[in-house]
């Protein structure tokens, strides 16, 4: 684990993985294939790339100081289904 390796040198190391975002590309698609899309997250919505960043910034920050090696979703639930 990265974030192991490299702890004693006070270096963080941690993923995000994201779900389904709206993104220009995602915005592309039809009604029909976001409404699925929606439907398939508990929160019955897709995430906002604001909203990973704040979670990169977050994690970034010194409010995140000890954590390290972690995966961090953030998909409004997806993979709890």
Do not use: W
Not at 15 to 40: F, H, N, Q, R, S
């Amino acid at each position: 684990n990265i974030g192991v390796e490299y702890a004693q040198k006070n270096i963080r190391c941690n993923a995000v993985g994201p779900g389904y975002i709206e993104t220009p590309l995602l915005k592309m698609a039809d009604a029909k294939m976001l409404d699925m899309l929606k439907a398939k997250h508990p929160m019955n919505r897709l995430g906002k790339a604001e909203e990973v960043a704040e979670l990169v910034l977050f994690l970034s920050s010194e409010k995140s100081s000890f954590m390290t090696g972690g995966y961090y979703l953030i998909d409004g639930g997806y993979t709890a289904v």
